[in-house]
């Protein structure tokens, strides 16, 4: 059982950046991040394949957003510039132990780390 712990959140004005940051407990391979906004389900952000050759993003966040990978170290990062207020969310990482890319389903991913709240303000 891999084990993902979040962290790098926090409050922002808007047009600013903040970096996420996620450390698995043992070796994944897919890996990907989601939020989740107050009242609303839980949706696609980006994803990274095993050896983060393949990426994805959502359209909200193109262009803005870039995730990364240290597969020696287990981590995947998410930096964030031009932060808009409606990226305000609860940010979760995602892994898979088995699929090599999971893409945007998150019934790719067999674990889930418990979030990290970050908050852009107008």
């Known amino acids: 059982h891999v084990q993902l712990v979040e962290s790098g959140g926090g409050l922002v004005q808007a047009g600013g950046s903040l970096r996420l940051s996620c450390a698995a407990s043992g070796r994944t391979y897919a890996m990907g991040w989601f939020r989740q906004a107050p009242g609303k389900e839980r949706e696609f952000v980006a994803a990274i394949s095993a050896r983060g050759g393949s990426t994805a993003y959502a359209d909200s966040v193109k262009g803005r957003f870039t995730i990364s990978r240290d597969s020696a170290k287990n981590t995947v990062a998410l930096q964030m510039n031009s932060l808009k207020p409606e990226d305000t969310a609860v940010y979760y990482c995602?892994?898979?132990?088995?699929?090599?890319?999971?893409?945007?389903?998150?019934?790719?991913?067999?674990?889930w780390g418990q979030g990290t709240q970050v908050t852009v303000s107008s």
């Open positions: 995602a892994a898979d132990e088995r699929r090599i890319y999971s893409g945007r389903s998150m019934n790719g991913y067999d674990y």
